[in-house]
């Protein structure tokens, strides 16, 4: 058996003329979550879309759970896609043991396991309704458990908190993290660095549709040093960019995060800082994911 539930090598894609994915390589060992970070248009969705064949790379090469990927492999894979799509006139319960028996499950097992998620997911009592009659964050908890439904050996999650509040966002998290301890291997986008940085592994970046960033998140952040002063404050902190040695800062209203080019001035910021805000924090830590994200992106588009 393979160590690796999914080797991409050089895949290309084009659309039009236009290169979608440029040469992507990366490896997902198995049972890890690895992050598919990148701004909007910077090739993730069409990157999924060629692991599960839905479009075919120009180039390169796909190896799901040790092989190439074929019908039965993807009975061992859930996948969500970007665009969300139900059965609109199915009722909750049909349209879970349908999806299910796509994937090889008894109906009975479906059924049993169909009713525990939903239970979980708070839509018990919603079984025999249609799917029109969700709500939008209904519905979208719905494709979801679709999607874990057969416990995948491979998850394959496009932006999967989209659409949810802050509660099933968290759900979502705890049930990716429970299926990882259980050895499931996951592969997912996402936006919200903070859900990343809490739950990857590893981590590719890509930025107009090539790989810009690769390697376990721990490492990746290593790299980049231990530069950053957290600042937890009240006032106006506009200034902070301006003053010597701060080579970047990110301002969130109340907490600034900000890179120093010499670490060991940091007594120096403080000094410039109680002058003109109040100061409640003041520490040094690792760049957040989401710093990382944002000047990784700032280079490329400066490149």
Known sequence: MSEMA?????????????????????????????????????????????????????????????????????????????????????????????FAELKGMKPAAARERGRMLLKRFQLDGYEEKKVEELSKGMAQKLQFIVTVLHDPELLILDEPFSGLDPLNIELVKDIMLESRRQGTTIIYSTHLMEYAEKTVDSLVMIHQGRKVLDGALAAVKADYGQRAIKVQYEGDARFVAGLPNVASCRDSGRELEIELADLSKREQLLRDLLGRVVVSGFQVSEPSLQNIFIRKVQEGAGA
């Open 6 to 98: 999914l080797a991409l090598q050089d895949l290309v894609k084009d659309f039009d003329g236009k290169r979608a994915v440029d040469h992507i390589s990366f490896a997902v060992p198995r049972g890890e979550i690895l992050g598919l970070l990148g701004p909007n248009g910077a090739g993730k969705s069409t990157t999924m879309r060629m692991i599960m064949d839905i479009i075919a790379p120009d180039a390169g090469t796909i190896e799901v759970l040790g092989q190439p990927l074929s019908e039965s492999v993807k009975d061992r894979i859930g996948f969500l896609p970007e665009e969300r799509g139900l059965y609109r006139k199915l009722k909750v319960m049909d349209t879970l043991i349908f």
